[in-house]
């Protein structure tokens, strides 16, 4: 029930078209979902986030899609570009435990 | 404003030696301290993380250990390291929401 579930593990997207990344998960106790975004050899860095009352949230080419009823939630980068290459993580925050699930991890390549 | 430090930053140990990696963070006080590890091209694996001085929780059985000497400093150790102890080690801490993480240890055990 703490699992959350990251598709797909690795995406190619040509230059300036849309990157699509998807979780899901089951507990309904998670209260807040991160994406976060890791360069090879970085640590992973917050990227976005949303609270489970909101169902988009948009920050520059980057948009949270939240679907509540059905338990999922995507990352689209719109005019995908080759600095956007990197790992990324979706996760969500059981307040119970203030903890955070990870998803197993997209990697992403956008071809120039 | 809150930071947090790693190191080292990369690491070459030889199979049977002993292993200390620190992390510290400044800038905030009773943080929720976290260790990860991610093998190549892999996910986040949760080792170790601790609320307080002292409180260690352990997700997996390994080779490793964790302590907690003082509120903002989280150390990873082991006694004697195996060759799957290799992968990238991560620190990272919270306070309510959402992660920090620190700039990893790239240890390879050869």
């Known amino acids: 029930q703490q699992q959350v579930k990251q598709s797909p593990q690795s995406l190619i997207v040509q230059k300036g078209g849309i990157s699509i990344i998807n979780c899901a998960y089951e507990?309904?106790?998670?209260?807040?979902f991160p994406w976060y975004q890791q360069f090879p050899g970085k640590g992973p860095a917050l990227l976005i986030a949303?609270?489970?009352?909101?169902s988009e949230k948009k920050e520059g080419r980057f948009t949270i899609s939240f679907n509540k009823s059905a338990k999922q939630f995507s990352l689209h980068i719109m005019d995908s570009q080759p600095g956007d290459s990197a790992t990324y993580f979706c996760?969500?925050?059981?307040?119970?435990?203030?903890?955070?699930?990870f998803g197993g991890g997209t990697r992403l390549m956008v071809k120039p | 404003s809150q930071t947090i430090h790693q190191w080292p930053a990369t690491l070459v140990q030889p199979v049977g030696s002993p292993l200390s990696l620190e992390c510290t963070v400044e800038?905030?006080?009773?943080?929720?301290l976290y260790w990860y590890r991610q093998a190549a091209g892999r996910g986040l694996q949760l080792l170790f993380y601790?609320?307080?001085?002292?409180?260690i929780s352990s997700e997996v059985p390994q080779n490793l250990s964790a302590s907690r000497p003082q509120d903002r400093q989280f150390i990873l150790s082991s006694k004697k390291l195996l060759l799957s102890d290799s992968g990238f080690y991560l620190c990272?801490?919270?306070?309510?929401?959402?992660?920090?993480f620190g700039s990893g240890t790239r240890l390879t055990v050869v």
């Open positions: 949303i609270r489970p009352d909101v």
């Open positions: 800038g905030t006080s009773n943080p929720n």
């Open positions: 601790s609320v307080g001085i002292g409180q």
């Open positions: 996760a969500a925050h059981n307040n119970a435990g203030n903890m955070l699930t």
């Open positions: 507990n309904t106790a998670f209260d807040y």
């Open positions: 990272a801490w919270s306070r309510r929401l959402g992660y920090t």
